[in-house]
């Protein structure tokens, strides 16, 4: 298939990150399309250089940003883009080890073919989510979690470095090990700043700007203009739920999108502005 460099294609980029979880199959092709189709595109391997990526194809005043790779990479292109006050249409390319942001304003199989429907001209669908801030670090995602899930994260993340385990071999045996922490040594909870939003402690706390998320499904607030907010007490039920414009989690990790931050005792996460997305 022959592609011409249309107008459409001269105001788009492509960021990738080749080292993400499906990109160590993919990224060669899909550079390999890309280039064929004169696609101008850049690469990074984490969250600097990715942003560094990002710069790049910003400055070429591009309108529309296709990014593949994961949930990680994914949070370094925004937050490099409302850091520079520029932000285009961005579309999810699910190239990642995990691809949560996929499963609602993308799809979460299938870059190459979304890729393809891009190159042909096919139309795409457009939705509007709202990205969510880490105050005090100037980071944007569009969910991020305190304690049990982020530390469950942070633990699939450091397997990942030092053993090579991906998907459901490094998954599984991570939730097993927090689960038996929580139900037979008494992990204590979380201390919350969000009273009486959530009069007890918890264990974990979910707070996303997406509809879907963890499968297609919808467990949050749907109408909610601000932070969907789902709170685990120590028990793991109730679960609650709420919408809430900014929340204070007391929390020595934070997890982004998939990435870790350390180094607080008190992360503030506030409602963001609104991000375009492309669906093909």
Not at 45 to 62: H, P
Not at 64 to 84: E, H, K, M, P
Not at 101 to 116: E, T
Request: net charge positive; proline share 6%; hydrophobic share 40%.
């Amino acid at each position: 298939m022959v592609y011409q460099r249309s107008r459409r294609i001269a105001q788009a980029g492509l960021v990738i990150n080749p080292t993400s979880g499906r990109n160590l199959r993919e990224a060669n092709l899909l550079l390999a399309l890309a280039h064929h189709a004169g696609l101008d595109y850049a690469e990074g391997r984490d969250f600097e250089s990715l942003k560094e990526a990002t710069s790049t194809l910003l400055a070429q005043k591009k309108k529309i940003l296709l990014v593949s790779g994961g949930d990680g990479t994914f949070s370094a292109v925004l937050t490099a883009c409302l850091r520079a006050r520029r932000l285009p249409v961005l579309a999810v390319l699910p190239g990642g080890t995990t691809n949560l942001i996929a499963w609602d304003v993308s799809r979460p199989k299938g870059q190459l073919k979304i890729f393809r429907h891009f190159l042909a001209g096919k139309p795409p669908a457009v939705k509007i989510r709202r990205a969510l801030k880490i105050k005090s670090y100037e980071i944007y995602g569009m969910f991020c979690a305190a304690g049990m899930l982020a530390e469950g994260i942070r633990r699939y993340n450091l397997n990942r470095q030092e053993r090579g385990l991906r998907g459901l071999k490094n998954a599984l045996p991570v939730t097993g090990s927090l689960l038996k922490e929580v139900f037979f040594r008494g992990r204590p909870g979380l201390p919350l700043n969000t009273s009486p939003a959530a009069p007890f402690r918890l264990n974990t706390v979910m707070v996303t700007t997406l509809e879907k998320v963890f499968l297609p499904l919808k467990p949050f607030v749907s109408r909610c203009p601000y932070l969907k907010v789902g709170f685990f007490p120590e028990k793991l039920l109730p679960f609650k739920v709420s919408c809430l414009p900014e929340i204070e989690l007391k929390s020595s990790t934070l997890a982004v999108d998939g990435e870790i931050l350390t180094g607080q005792a008190t992360f503030t996460v506030e409602t963001g502005p609104e991000v375009i997305f492309y669906r093909w």
